[in-house]
């Protein structure tokens, strides 16, 4: 047990080590401050670049299907959208202004939607039709996914994962342990370290959707209807956005809490 807590100890200590405490955006009207750790032999233009090659390779595979969709209705909604929202997001980092963002429609019933690394959407179709949401609700999700993009929690999941992976080998080599008690030693940090930041994670992608909506002039309380018809849609086979984003009441509380501090935003982009 006294081994076990010091290769814990120890493996948390080599993680810290290689990480640099950053913040990635500001506070906005939400709040949202939490430091983040990124692993400093991982830069943002490193991750981005690789995204960007998966985000090409998955368009390339829709064209080849005759799904990805650039004139329909659901794709002009959507493009429209996001570029209303995309204007708003130098408001949390003046650098997404550079940023080389694309926004694409693929034909699916999966109900799903993201925003990967340096500004890459896709939305699939699914999430919009089976659904029937408004432009409001769309702006939720397009928003929530944009602000995970801007918060650049991929890197700092890779960072977690990459320093959960060199605290494991280092403390290995150190003190000659074998594989059940870096089992252990895995199971302590990531416990420790990634589970709680991934609900932060989502917290935050809450908050600053929330206001990035807001300020793009869409009905902040259309939040609250989406994770709704979320919940409702997860009832059966639950769709593939909720494997991630599960909905819950503590979620949808703390989005009514929030409204409030972007009612002000909205109804100034409403004049």
Known sequence: MRKSFVVSALSASILLAGCQAVNTTSGGAVGVERKQYMFSMLSTDEVNQMYAQSYTETLGEAKTKGVLEQSSSDAKRVQAIAKRLIAQAPQFRPDAAQWNWE????????????????????????LIDQLKLTDAEIAAVVGHEIAHALREHSREAMSKAYGVAMARQGAGALLGLGDDTL?????????????????????????????????????????????????????????????????????????????????????????
């Not at 926004?103 to 699914?126: F, M, R």
């Not at 009905?219 to 849609?233: Q, V």
């Open 183 to 271: 089992g252990l030693a895995d199971q302590v940090v990531n416990y420790a370290m990634t589970l709680p930041n991934s609900r932060a994670n989502e917290n935050e992608a809450d908050l600053i959707g929330l206001e990035l909506s807001a300020r793009a002039g869409y009905d902040p309380n259309a939040a609250i209807t989406l994770w709704n018809k979320m919940s409702a849609a997860s009832e059966g086979a639950p769709p593939e956005f909720m494997s991630t984003h599960p909905a819950s009441a503590s979620r949808i509380a703390s989005l009514q809490a929030a409204i409030p501090k972007v009612m002000p935003l909205y109804q100034a982009a409403k004049k």
């Open 103 to 126: 926004v694409n429609v693929i034909k699916s019933d999966e109900l799903n939607a993201n925003c990967g690394p340096g500004g890459k959407i896709i939305v699939y179709t699914g």
